[in-house]
């Protein structure tokens, strides 16, 4: 038993420093083959625990060779359209000379692909793109992307790669020249210092899907730290859903802002911030004098539930269960997620939560089919509960079925319209308490497209 423990106490050792130096928390479902691959360079290396613990606090390189296995690089071309779709329309026909940093850029889909737009419309850019990885890196600068770096989104902006290379239907290698073009350096989000560019250079930076790898607290600090690279007045990308878990505190210099559907931070000056703070105050104590009485939210003795034994005697309220559940799935800790859950009482009159949390384990795996039934369980037992439908919405568009796309964010707007007009906020730290009206224009803008 005592060897077991040991055993176990050293594999949470060398998590923990991947976490240390890199800022990466690694997922339940990745935790195996990270270990494995550590327990084949230890052998490799006829090294003991202790002595293996000692060489990754001593040397870089060795360091680095596990951190580079803990990432997960998945991207491609022109990743979240709706984004580029701002870039062609409302910001590159006002900016003609651009710095532009991306952030975590993988094997360089993202980068290629803002250094691509930029182009087509004449804008002057410098592409600055960095990752932590460093095998992502050799592979970006080979210069060549198979089929899985192609997919539906983005299609309308494929042929802009044309130019900037060899490009066959779902393969694309590229020119020496437009390589030479990109700038791209090795940089540890979360605990370089030194930026691949001067301080306050950067006009557009995009820092899309890493934030699921980190802590609240990482990615505040992050934030805090990439502010410094940004210009007065830049504007930071994030992941759609991402955007949505990012709080603008008072200690962090940016606006949370938007175009139509799209919406991103823009650093702001301290006199912004404070502007912002008055009217966020203004608002919630005007919400506060006109809320009718009979929409009060019953105040809960809330009991943190980071413990999934927790006693079902003390169970915490169904906002504080979501934030602990998300953050597991955030965490990529989906087994834990689903031992909460199952660990969780659910009253009779909540039963569309506990089948909408099913369907966030179920996408979160990657499991289309269960997720969509779970979230049309959830909207039938309450059509009211507008999460549910516009997840339903979403999952419809990404396995191509317009019909029942457009008939789900229809039915979500419809109940986000009553949900804003009643003045209503119960299901407001489902979705991390961003705006109704954020998720309204988002319905509003596919039902639009689906035209």
């Known amino acids: 038993m005592a060897e077991r423990n040991n055993s176990k106490e050293c594999e949470d050792k060398f998590l923990e420093m991947i976490l240390k130096y890199s800022g990466l928390t690694v ?149 020496k020249e437009t390589l030479d073009r990109l700038s791209i350096s090795c940089f540890n989000l979360a605990t370089d210092e030194n930026f691949p560019m001067p301080f306050e250079s950067v006009d557009l930076l995009f820092l899309r899907n890493v934030f699921i790898y980190f802590t609240k607290e990482t990615r505040k600090a992050v934030l805090i730290k990439m502010a410094k690279a940004m210009k007065p007045g830049a504007l930071l990308f994030l992941s759609i859903n991402e955007i949505a878990s990012i709080e603008c505190d008072d200690d962090m210099p940016f606006i949370k802002e938007n175009c139509d559907s799209v919406y991103y931070l823009r650093k702001a000056s301290p006199e912004e911030k404070q502007r912002c703070h008055e009217l966020k105050q203004n608002r919630l104590e005007q919400n506060s004098l006109h809320k009718p009485l009979s929409k009060k939210v019953p105040r809960f003795n809330t009991v ?76 039938i037992l309450n059509p009211k509960f507008w999460p549910a439908l516009y997840n339903l919405g979403v999952l419809y568009k990404k396995t191509g079925n317009a019909k029942n796309m457009k008939k789900a964010f229809s039915s979500c707007s419809n109940a986000l319209k009553c949900y804003i007009q009643n003045q209503e906020i119960c299901y407001n730290d489902i979705v991390d308490s961003f705006s109704p009206d954020y998720f309204l224009e988002l319905c509003e803008s596919q039902i639009e497209g689906g035209r």
């Open 27 to 175: 997922s339940s479902s990745h935790r195996d083959f990270m270990l494995n691959f550590i327990q084949e360079r230890k052998k490799k290396l006829s090294m003991s625990d202790e002595d293996y613990c000692r060489k990754l606090e001593e040397d870089i390189e060795e360091r680095n060779l596990i951190i580079d296995e803990a990432a997960i690089n998945e991207t491609y071309f022109f990743r979240e359209e709706s984004q580029f779709d701002f870039l062609k329309n409302k910001y590159f026909p006002n900016h003609k000379d651009v710095v532009i940093w991306s952030a975590a850029c993988s094997t360089g889909e993202e980068a290629v692909s803002l250094y691509a737009l930029a182009k087509a419309c004449n804008v002057d850019a410098k592409v600055f793109a960095s990752d932590i990885d460093k095998k992502a890196l050799s592979l970006f600068k080979n210069g060549y992307y198979p089929p899985h770096s192609f997919r539906n989104e983005g299609s309308p902006y494929i042929h802009l790669l044309e130019p900037l290379g060899t490009y066959y239907p779902k393969s694309f290698t590229m020119a």
């Open 304 to 379: 943190k539930c980071n413990d999934a034994t927790v006693s079902t005697k003390k169970q915490c309220s169904i906002s504080e269960f979501y934030k602990n559940l998300k953050t597991a799935i955030n965490s990529r800790q989906i087994d834990y997620a689903r031992e909460m859950l199952s660990s969780h009482t659910f009253k009779p009159t909540e039963m569309e939560h506990e089948l909408y949390m099913k369907g966030l384990i179920f996408e979160a795996e990657g499991n289309d089919k269960e997720a969509l039934d779970c979230y049309q369980r959830a909207s």
